[in-house]
């Protein structure tokens, strides 16, 4: 029976790329792809699932998973609470501000920029597992410690991507500003800060995931009794994959959700840029 369950599969499978293909050929309903594949992905999971037998340790289904997610509400809201609002996103306020703050300073001084930046690439360069219990000692088990997790996170990107940014700017256009007899701090704010925001909008776009994934991985040496990270390391433990699935689908529906409010702002701010156009 197992070659007919392939064949099915794979029916479907093409079937449905078939389908998808033709969406995507319209331009009128170009948005129905990333549905329908993600749809596709779903349905495929749960029918070798389901026809191949996999165990539930191994690979649950995802009609199982979304039954652990409908009874699981108030504790995936609890979970969600405490790494998303107090971890994630306080970190990610205070990691992003104190890059383009930090970014300022070294574009108006190039001592900081020959001191900063090299030990800003190497603080990125270290390894999470090995900060993250470091700072939960500093800061303890609670929130506070994710959101420094998340801060050194964060931070570099941002930084890296505001200097580039504030460099962006020509030698003509500075000039014409200086012949305007305008101060650093209105060129900063009229012509260098709006030029910069691609390049800023770019960083906080890759810190979304960083922050999530810091806040997560930072729970799991040490945290109160919720938490997303220990949640998931709890659940792990007692073989409850169906609700460690849950979490992971509250995280990635999460994560996409933050990315896309981020990129929503850019195309408000950056809306002259020829990237927003088309």
Excluded at 172 to 182: G, K
Aim: glycine share 8%; proline share 5%; aromatic share 12%.
């Amino acid at each position: 029976m197992k070659p007919l369950y392939v064949l099915l599969v794979l029916a479907v499978w093409l079937g449905l790329w078939w389908l998808n293909t033709r969406f995507a050929m319209r331009k009128s309903t170009q948005w129905v792809v990333p549905v329908l594949f993600g749809i596709t992905l779903i349905l495929l999971w749960e029918m070798v699932v389901r026809l191949f037998g996999v165990s539930p340790v191994i690979l649950p289904a995802p009609s199982a998973i979304w039954a652990r997610l409908v009874t699981s509400v108030p504790i995936l809201w609890q979970d969600f609470v405490q790494t998303i609002f107090k971890g994630a996103l306080s970190g990610y306020v205070i990691g992003c501000g104190a890059a383009v703050l930090t970014a300022v300073l070294i574009d108006r001084s190039p001592f900081l920029q020959r001191g900063l930046l090299p030990i800003g690439n190497f603080i990125a360069a270290l390894p999470i597992v090995g900060i993250a219990p470091i700072l939960v000692m500093w800061f303890g088990f609670d929130w506070q410690s994710k959101a420094a997790v998340v801060v050194v996170m964060v931070f570099f990107p941002v930084l890296v991507n505001t200097v580039a940014g504030l460099q962006a700017t020509d030698s003509m256009q500075r000039d014409l500003m200086r012949t305007y007899s305008a101060s650093y701090g209105q060129t900063l704010l009229k012509l260098r800060l709006p030029a910069a925001m691609p390049f800023v909008f770019n960083g906080l776009k890759i810190a979304t995931t960083l922050a999530l994934i810091g806040a997560i991985v930072a729970e799991f040496f040490g945290s109160p009794i919720k938490g997303m990270g220990f949640r998931i390391s709890t659940e792990v433990g007692r073989l409850n994959l169906d609700m460690v699935w849950a979490e992971i689908a509250v995280a990635a529906v999460t994560g996409s959700a933050f990315y896309g409010l981020v990129s929503l702002i850019e195309k408000g701010v950056t809306f002259w840029h020829p990237s927003q156009r088309g």
